[in-house]
């Protein structure tokens, strides 16, 4: 890639600006094959997955494989587009959708290499492979390398859930096989123009015919890849409410409505599916997001999906999938531009330590100074902790696949808690990070000849989609936190002493182990604080400060996460002589949780603080106060 | 402005969509003039600045005509052009940079209206009007309206005062009216390849010839409006080393470096200053930031400024001003975000209070809900609580200036220890707040048919440019908490306890005044903890946090102006009386002043933690433990 802004025959000393203009542009790593391979096999002993008949067929060579396969498809397929889809959105022309062309191939790779059915059972055309394999290593190694050209196949895959698990085999045996190869596109297709977030208002209507299906008419905004030239076919899963239904959530329904329905004869015929425009948007340009209208000529055809007025619990199937997914889309941009900086960092030199000013001395690299240690160790920490929570959420995920009665409840418990934090942290803080990113690199930084200005536009829409940060606090507080008598609550507080149990027992981790456990007390008291304020009737008050509730919530996790990070690192170095490069790499562990609980957990005594306030500020702040 | 992105012919219900693609982007507030009159008046009392001889000329009448031109101006020149100078940005042809046309006219109308040189003496064709009126005002709703388009005149009053306060009366004669009529342009010329935020490494020559000027020779890159076609020349003020000056910052000289230098008979010669190239930058997209090369051909000449080798303070003059307009554009940027989401807030139904969930009820506009309050009045904080801070330097600046003796140097040392402070605290917590704008329009925040995008694309660059935040960090640490033997930082204590003390008085403030004084106490504790390891020698661990240590200052500099606006609200409030639209606006701020308690300063308390900590973890983390 030709980088230089400068004219090449300028003489010297001119030709200089060459360098910097140029050199730092090469960053080529986006994620450490060494992390993952920790937290599959040295934090979340992945293995320990074959002894279950769900995974017999597998072996450690397999998960190896993958992760092989997945960085080659990373590096060689996603990567170098990166920064082409971004240059080359989406176009809509003549009510028709062109995305890069690239696109085709990547959805057929993904379909021919199996990834999108990987963790699906052998049943449904699948792989079984365990989620941590099947679906954590490949999404982050490919959102990682290019977050817009990840979704595609992402998105099929997340249909074809809901379609395998819900629908009869005659639709599985239609629409499944297609699907998995990559030839025709999922969507999910929940928003609408009048509800936004509030799913209880949506109006697009269905009308049970006489056949097997429904007659849909209305219309979705804000739909991912809901229509494109790269798959012959869009199979949307839809929310409608079916006529004489319910009023609110209770009268929502699911169908499967796809943009080209099967004919008679197995021929592809229009469903009245129409594109009815694209947004253009300030990153995750690659990604086409559509308006859509179903049956503006009245011959749209819709299939319920299971039962009547249960659409909403069926999507959530899918949802909460999507919202990991979007934790681990942010997290993996996050990865990218820590590495991007980090390279910029290592090689930019620029100023002196501060303990030798002499201006005749050399320039050191800028990573000699302590300000941009500090900033990369935020990254570090950020991304890293990150993946390692969705880890933790996927091996609950693979446990409560294998588990059964209460058990396979109580990882299901710990899962659907753990959701809206593992959604939002790496969202949220991917924001930072990435802005620090950014900010190593200084002007070079704001440039678009440097990657780090579309990190920071790519992640920006996490906090956003499937459902944006104040609706995961609300979730987490006013659904999680209650559920089943708050028992996913006390899961989890038992599932993080376990790992403060674990350090207390090594000399360097107990201060930590020390730190969230007072924490952790903090947490229950502030928990208890908001649930008697819900017990005394006042849902505003109670849920007025559920974005910081689930801020300080994250901050926790993420500090358990690291301490668990530093306890298997440390085990590691005590057992011994290592080759550098793991010395490296488990030192580099103790010194980002050093930095988690000496910069970010003291985030959550001002969090604290005001949870403990509860003055109702923003209850009682009135509109008209705005004025002016 | 057609921005709905659906074909027009579309039936009902498709055509509803149409009004939620464009309703809301009609936003036109962009600033507050209530508020600017507020600071001016009745926070820091600018008729009492019309007892001074500078200003004696001048009226109550005058400094609301400056109002109000000015806010004719942001509607009707600078705020049309907001979107279309972003999405045309300059282009770089043939060695030559085309800008935006609207430049050439704001250029002029900036210099025919007196706005250029409206702070500067009248025997150098200023208007003598205060700082807080001629620099404020216009700069706070120019930037506010298209911060793009408002830095051209900015940049070349900073090169003009720098003209005007140490050039000889020939030089200022040849250039300061054509740049005081906006004819040409003024720029600053610090950065260089090789050396960026590290000015000592500056390399540019500059060799005495026989005539009264220096052969230049060297680069820079990073320039703002470093060339355009909008303007007739463009007069570079350029830090240079003199052939044989000392190594280091003390060989620095300032020049005078003109594109095009005046020939004998008045006319125009080309100087050998060529332009490079341009940037693409995220934001900021309609101002120019090119790459110079002086004296290619060996024929660029520049008039030393002031005496040989004290350049960097010359610059300093400039640059004190730089940075407090960067903390201003920051401040306006995100005022125009934050109208725009409240103007979006108070429009868009979406959801029910949650103490009626009947889903057949009407949707209430978002405002409505306390997690979107408390992101508007987040802005609010940030907003009003920054342009508050920019007024008390200006405050200090107009002081200044009047004052003569000690006096005079204490209202200089108050100015520049806060200068760091009000150059970041906008620039760091504007990012956030313009991010939280975007939150509160949900998808269409992150869709280019809305301007929340644009906006924070746009503030992004303030903590970079005149200074990352971890050199102003440094700067407020090192060098203004211990010039004059801490005498700053004393002054300031005394300047806060002063509002402190008035608050006192006040029951429904003396909470504040109570957290007030505490968060002194402890900033005075961090601060007597990190003066205490430089005095042990070790300037590393000094300065590890010394970014951490500027964020602290800033939350309590910016608590500190809220409880003063609330003091003035307050007190207008108990005078009785008013008509509803000041009711609201006084009550505003003092809902704001409890938001900014409640919410903003207990942030410190983390921030305390770390900077007591200086476990020097940044300090003596390794590069390598970042491999991997």
């Known amino acids: 890639m030709e980088l230089c802004i400068l004219c ?16 730092y542009t090469m960053a080529e790593k986006f994620i450490s094959e060494r992390n993952l391979t920790f937290l599959l096999y040295e934090m979340f002993d992945v293995e320990s997955l074959l002894s279950y008949p769900r995974y017999a067929d597998h ?57 999108i059915g990987a963790t699906f059972d052998y049943e449904h055309g699948g792989q079984q492979l365990p989620e941590m394999v ?11 390398a290019n977050y817009s050209a990840s979704i595609y196949h992402g998105l099929t895959t997340g249909a074809a859930l809901l379609i395998a698990s819900f629908c009869p085999k005659e639709i599985k045996d239609l629409y499944l096989p297609k699907m998995m190869a990559g030839q025709w596109q999922g969507t999910m297709a929940l928003t609408e123009p009048q509800a936004g977030s509030s799913l209880t208002d949506i109006t697009t209507t269905a009308e049970l015919t006489e056949e097997s299906y429904y007659r849909i008419r209305g219309q979705k905004i804000f739909i991912s890849a809901g229509d494109h030239d790269c798959a012959e076919n869009i199979i949307h899963l839809a929310l409608a409410r079916i006529k004489g239904a319910p009023a609110g959530i209770k009268g929502i329904s699911l169908f499967l409505i796809p943009k080209m329905r099967i004919g008679s004869g197995g021929e592809l015929v ?9 947004y253009h948007k300030l990153g995750y340009r690659g990604g086409p997001i559509t308006q859509l209208a179903f049956g503006e000529s009245g011959d749209c055809r819709g299939w319920l999906v299971g039962e009547a007025n249960r659409g909403l619990s069926y999507m959530f199937l899918m949802m909460n999938g999507a919202r990991i997914d979007v934790g681990l889309g942010a997290a993996s941009i996050s990865s990218a531009a820590y590495y991007a900086s980090l390279e910029y960092a290592k090689e930019r030199p620029q100023g002196r330590r501060l303990s030798s000013k002499d201006p005749l001395s050399p320039q050191v690299p800028i990573i000699e100074h302590p300000d941009i240690r500090r900033m990369l160790l935020f990254q570090k920490a950020v991304v890293e902790g990150s993946l390692s929570l969705l880890m933790q959420c996927s091996y609950y995920h693979d446990m409560e696949k294998v588990s059964e009665g209460e058990q396979k409840e109580d990882y299901n418990l710990l899962l659907e808690l753990l959701t ?24 070079y930084g704001y440039c678009d000849e440097f990657p780090l200005e579309q990190y920071y536009r790519d992640v920006r829409i996490h906090p956003i989609h499937e459902g944006t940060t104040g609706i995961q606090g609300m979730d987490l507080l006013s659904r999680k936190m209650t559920m089943k008598k708050g028992r996913a609550g006390l899961l989890y507080l038992a599932e ?54 689930l801020e300080l919530f994250g901050i926790i996790a993420i500090a358990w996460q690291w301490l668990l990070q530093a306890v298997t690192a440390n085990k590691a170095l005590k057992k011994g002589s290592h080759p550098s490069g793991d010395m490296n790499f488990y030192t580099g562990k103790i010194y980002a949780c050093r930095y988690f609980y000496g910069y970010e957990l003291p985030k959550i005594e001002g969090l604290i603080k005001r949870l403990m306030n509860s003055d109702g500020l923003t209850v009682e702040m009135k509109n008209e106060y705005f004025e002016e």
């Open 8 to 23: 090449p025959e300028l003489p010297y000393p001119f030709r200089h600006i060459h360098f910097y203009e140029r050199g």
């Open 59 to 115: 072996s450690r060579e397999v998960f190896d494989m993958v992760m092989d396969t997945a960085m080659k498809m990373g590096k060689d397929l996603f990567k170098p587009v990166f920064s082409e889809m971004d240059k080359n959105p989406p176009e809509y022309v003549d009510g028709k959708v062109k995305v890069h062309p690239i696109v085709r191939t990547i959805m057929q790779e993904c379909g021919s290499g199996g990834w």
């Open 134 to 144: 099947g679906m954590m290593i490949p999404t982050a190694i490919f959102a990682a």
């Open 270 to 278: 229009f469903n009245d599916v129409n594109c009815a425009g694209i």
């Open 420 to 443: 809206p934090v593992a959604k939002t942290y790496p969202s949220e803080m991917g924001i930072l990070a990435c802005s620090q990113g950014l900010q190593i690199l200084g002007g």
């Open 496 to 549: 993080v002493r376990k790992t403060i149990q674990a350090a207390q027992t090594d000399g360097g981790l107990k201060p930590f182990a020390h730190d969230l456990e007072k924490a952790l007390s903090q947490l229950e008291g502030v928990t208890a604080h908001l649930i008697g304020i819900a017990m005394k009737g006042d849902p505003e008050l109670f849920l007025a400060d559920a974005t910081l509730y």
